[in-house]
């Protein structure tokens, strides 16, 4: 079935690249009268929590449409690293009710005791069995489930091919390019886990390496590179988009925004590999509002709900319901589902790399360089 909804109807997909537009501009306004479960109606939900995720990863109309439903307003707070998301969770008193951590941080989220237990009877929306267990196994731990999933992607580099002509293939050519007809015009995450890791891809290493030689020639490439770089920031769509930036590295969701709108923008999976990851929901053990932040996420569990912020933020589902509800132009959208040889080659990033201290002096050095 291939098919999403508006006020509850059908769409053809010929009208949805009007939908996306739509979608885009806001001008859609509340679609679904989803009320919270009974669970929640006889809790005091208050009238305000905080979520913390990632750039342009929500559609907005979401959380306007969860406020009429439940009273409770959504304060986003946007981070460009799951090591800041974990500084400020170990620094206590986030504020969060509910964040979004990346499959690989979660066993430490649950070793450190900052990370709930779900109580999976508050979340009568989620159903496990519709999930690929490839990108959810990380969301639970010795029977126990912490997590559950946002949605997967990969880790690649989206490229303005107007302004830089030349087919790439590899991150080996990202590196190269960003230091010759990218120079100033190329922008790389502030992130350990994938300016790293794609550093290196550059070498033929393991994107999780922490081999002390290894790390040594990534940072040797790094601080080449340096110089040459537009900026170092995870929030790279406002540089792409106003041409400022002709190369970046780019995350799934992104790149498939990035094309939609801006066709010349494609994104690029480095044949060498690089990052396969998967987001999840989860509530940190001092959240001030948990009975907001389970409404919430019970919430995002809906599949007509979370069809529409696939649709909006363009990152591939885990969810088997969420898929039956997407056009086929997304289901055969190579950028949220690469071809399998594509696919084969990504890690997915080690939980040892998030608390390594190595990495971290690495990335410190080079963003001061």
């Known amino acids: 079935m291939s098919k999403s909804y508006r006020d509850g109807l059908p769409i053809s997909p010929e009208n ?33 929590m905080s979520i ?25 707070n946007v981070f460009g690293s799951n090591e800041e998301m974990l500084a400020k969770l170990q620094a206590g008193a986030s504020g969060w009710s509910l964040f979004v951590p990346t499959n690989y941080t979660i066993s430490t989220y649950k070793k450190l005791g900052i990370i709930d237990p779900l109580d999976m009877a508050k979340l009568p929306n989620f159903d496990g069995s519709q999930e690929d267990p490839r990108f959810t196994s990380e969301g639970t731990i010795d029977g126990t489930t912490y997590a559950v999933p946002k949605n997967w992607g990969t880790t690649g580099f989206a490229v303005n091919t107007k302004k830089l002509a030349k087919p790439m293939t ?17 922008m ?16 033929g290493y393991s994107f999780n390496s922490l081999k ?29 988009r106003a041409g400022d930036a002709w190369m970046t590295m780019c995350w799934t969701n992104d790149g498939a925004q990035l094309h939609r ?39 995002l569990m809906t599949p007509e709900v979370a069809v529409k912020e696939h649709l909006a ?38 939980a040892a790399t998030l608390t390594d201290p190595g990495r971290a002096e690495l990335m410190a050095r080079f963003k001061s360089a």
């Open 16 to 48: 949805f690249v009007d939908q996306l537009m739509r979608l885009k501009r806001g001008s859609i306004g509340r679609e679904l009268g989803i009320m919270p479960t009974p669970a929640f109606a006889a809790e005091n939900l208050g009238d305000r």
């Open 170 to 186: 590899s991150w080996k050519e990202f590196w190269d390019v960003a230091m010759a007809e990218g120079d100033g015009r190329t």
């Open 52 to 76: 913390a995720t990632w750039p342009n990863y929500h559609d907005p109309q979401t959380f306007e449409n969860f406020k009429k439903d439940t009273g409770v307003a959504v304060e986003v």
């Open 261 to 299: 709108d801006i066709p010349e923008i494609a994104y690029v999976l480095g044949k060498e590999g690089g990052e396969i990851w998967t987001d999840f929901y989860a509530i940190p053990k001092d959240a001030p509002n948990k009975p907001a932040g389970y409404a919430l996420l019970n919430y």
């Open 188 to 203: 790389v995450h502030d992130y350990q886990l994938t300016t790293i890791g794609n550093a290196l891809k550059y070498y």
């Open 313 to 350: 933020n363009g990152a591939p589902s885990t969810d088997a319901r969420v898929n039956k509800l997407l056009p086929k132009e997304v289901l055969d959208n190579p950028i949220l589902y690469p071809a399998a040889d594509l696919l084969t080659p990504l890690e997915f990033g080690a």
């Open 212 to 240: 002390q030689d290894e790390l040594a020639k990534a940072e040797e490439l790094l601080l080449k590179v340096k110089p040459h770089l537009f900026a170092v920031s995870s929030d790279y769509q406002p540089g792409m």
